[in-house]
């Protein structure tokens, strides 16, 4: 059979969570769901792993970090140490402590631009980029699902049989 | 379906209340004609701010000697301005971090305004340090870039470096903290977009986002960790700010208690900026079912309490100057220095406008009287304006040598560039209420149903027929 794509509308983001669960418990697969706001407790329902970009952002700050000590360590005590107010740059170690907020402020730097640029780049989000959402008003107050007929073994018309024993607002077949 | 205790009162108003409705009236103000009182506020924030830019220019001409500064007063209003506005800045962070590790949901309302206040208020603070170097074109050379004398490199034991990392650092990622808070937010706007010019801008702005599944799981992932690096950037920030004062020996500035006060000193004055910007919005833009008294009251409440840590910082500073036993320092507390010196004026009106004038804010009654908190909202950015002022010039007028004292008189040039950061602050503060989403609409929504008025008093039989999930329940 050829791929079809149905799209149910609801109007409504509670209803939709709780016919989500009921049409995935008869099997149905929901490939996405477009809303306008987070729907929480939907990602198990639909089978969306967790994100791992917080450990990105975590792998980016430290990356900021060493950053930070390896060039203050160059500048301050090995190409040029200065000696200001009696009190001479002789290693790192004992100049620790005036570098801590440096460290601390670029390791931020890099976490939060590096998980925004990441982030960007999952969701393929940059300028000029197309929206592909598939009704304009799924960012305003509708709330649609996405049901492709070849990622379940039901046929599509089963699946919208299903989905209307829900209250859809409107089926649409692309 | 997640409900909230029933004695918290609800945080959106109004039996009609609706999606669609919330993106209606957010909206209005962007898809309408912008109306006359926006018009007048426009103009004289223009006029104001291109005196500000005149004065910047003609100091830039023609030299720092300008200002009224003298051998010992090296610094005044420029570094006060600079630290005010950084300071004002600290609420947008707290409200849309801090309130966010605590899952406070009053503060999705006025993140975003407040957000947009921190950022333009990070902006005029920068512009101070930049024109204080008086060559504002060799402000490169904070960075440490390699050059032609060594190369000789920035001095990252100095708490003047430090800023330069600390409030660009600040600047940048409440920017992207804005900004991706925005995209979804975008996306509404150019999906209901009908004349080509805006919809081809609000494409642009809005990256193509299409708000699917993962993008939004994703969303509320970078929001957290932005908000979990935030957190402890604000605090940093003013913490670094003040190290410039701790860590000299000036005395009156050299404290140990510095960064906690002006950390809580920033948010106080953050907060009072917020509600003078947000009465009036809330009230032009017809917004009051969505910033309700409510949130005036709680954004009092930390008016209160970081007032009150500002109030206890002075106790302590005047017991340090008596206990320490150090000449210098108790002159500067206690005898002609602050409360009877030649600045007494200045210290008394911050003593007034941060002290007693906030704490009839333990009254209810005046505290869910906007009339009252707006006047004490100007009340307090005049204090702690006079708190930086106090700290800065009063210390430095009186120092070690009595031949040295000096006062200090600003020209028309120290007036005209402070003045002129408040008018081209407005002018940002106007276009973003304009042109941008002036709350972060797209998050109220997912608030509605657990504090929203309507559903608030709901029972779940009545929740059920509103919201039927399958048609054979339908009678």
Same mark, same amino acid.
């Given at each position: 059979m050829s791929d079809k794509t149905i799209y149910a509308i609801y109007d409504d983001d509670y209803v939709l969570l709780e016919s989500a669960k009921h049409l995935v418990a008869k099997g149905v697969h929901i490939r996405d769901v477009f809303s306008p706001f987070p729907i929480h407790g939907l990602d198990p329902v639909i089978g969306l792993k967790r994100t791992r970009l917080a450990i990105a952002a975590f792998i980016y700050g430290m990356i900021g970090v060493s950053l930070a000590l390896t060039g203050m360590w160059f500048f301050m005590i090995q190409d040029w140490p200065l000696n200001i107010g009696g009190k001479p740059n002789f290693s790192l170690f004992t100049n620790i402590p005036s570098f801590v907020p440096v460290t601390f402020e670029f390791g931020v730097l890099c976490a939060g631009h590096g998980m925004a640029i990441t982030y960007l780049l999952r969701n393929w989000t940059l300028p000029g980029f197309k929206a592909?959402? !598939?009704? !304009?008003?799924t960012t305003d107050d509708q709330f649609v699902m996405e049901i492709h007929a070849s990622d379940s073994e039901l046929s599509a018309e089963e699946i919208k049989a299903l989905i209307n024993e829900?209250?859809?607002?409107e089926i649409d077949e692309k | 379906m997640h409900k909230e205790a029933a004695i918290r009162e609800p945080l959106i108003l109004g039996d009609d209340v609706t999606y669609s409705k919330i993106t209606e009236d957010v909206l209005h103000a962007i898809e309408h004609e912008p109306t006359k009182l926006w018009k007048v506020l426009m103009t004289i924030a223009t006029i104001v701010a291109l005196w500000g830019v005149c004065s910047i220019l003609y100091l830039l001409g023609t030299g720092i000697g300008t200002w009224g500064l003298n051998n010992t007063m090296g610094w005044a209003w420029d570094i006060t301005n600079f630290v005010w506005w950084v300071g004002i800045g600290h609420a947008g962070t707290l409200i849309s971090a801090v309130l966010l590790l605590f899952r406070q949901k009053w503060r999705m309302a006025i993140n975003r305004p407040a957000e947009a206040m921190t950022i333009f208020a990070v902006f005029m603070a920068g512009l101070f340090p930049m024109i204080h170097m008086g060559r504002i074109w060799m402000a490169y050379w904070v960075l440490p870039l390699p050059n032609q004398f060594g190369s000789l490199w920035v001095n990252f034991n100095s708490p003047l470096l430090w800023d330069v990392f600390a409030i660009s650092t600040y600047l940048s990622v409440s920017l992207v903290f804005w900004y991706i808070g925005l995209i979804p937010d975008f996306a509404t706007i150019r999906d209901r977009a009908k004349k080509p010019v805006p919809k081809l801008m609000y494409s642009l702005l809005s990256f193509g986002w299409t708000g699917n599944a993962k993008a939004w799981q994703r969303f509320e992932e970078v929001s957290l960790v932005l908000a979990g690096l935030a957190t402890p950037l604000v605090f940093s920030v003013h913490s670094i700010v003040s190290m410039d004062f701790a860590t000299s020996i000036v005395p009156g500035w050299h404290s140990t208690i510095f960064p906690p006060y002006f950390v809580a000193g920033a948010v106080f004055s953050g907060f009072a900026m917020v509600q003078t910007l947000m009465l009036i919005a809330r009230k032009a833009m017809r917004l009051e079912y969505i910033i309700t008294v409510k949130h005036i009251e709680y954004m009092n409440i930390v008016i209160i309490v970081t007032g009150g840590i500002v109030g206890v910082a002075y106790a302590t500073e005047f017991f340090i100057g008596w206990y320490t036993g150090v000449q210098y320092e108790s002159y500067v507390y206690m005898s002609a220095g602050a409360a009877t010196g030649p600045y007494a004026w200045a210290f008394w009106s911050l003593i007034f406008c941060n002290f007693i004038a906030p704490a009839t804010l333990w009254i209810k009654k005046l505290r869910i009287n906007l009339t009252w908190t707006f006047v004490l909202s100007i009340i307090i950015n005049i204090g702690m304006w006079f708190e930086r002022f106090d700290i800065i010039v009063t210390c430095l007028s009186r120092d070690y040598l009595p031949s040295t004292w000096r006062m200090f008189f600003p020209t028309w040039v120290d007036i005209g560039v402070y003045i002129g950061t408040i008018g081209l602050f407005s002018v940002f503060y106007l276009l973003f209420l304009k042109f941008? !989403?002036?709350?972060a609409f797209n998050e109220v929504k997912t608030i509605l149903k657990s504090s929203g008025e309507r559903y608030k008093n709901m029972s779940d039989e009545e929740f059920k027929k509103l919201h039927p999930v399958f048609k054979k329940d339908i009678k």
């Open positions: 592909k959402n !598939p009704y !304009p008003r829900t209250c859809v607002v | 941008f !989403p002036v709350l």
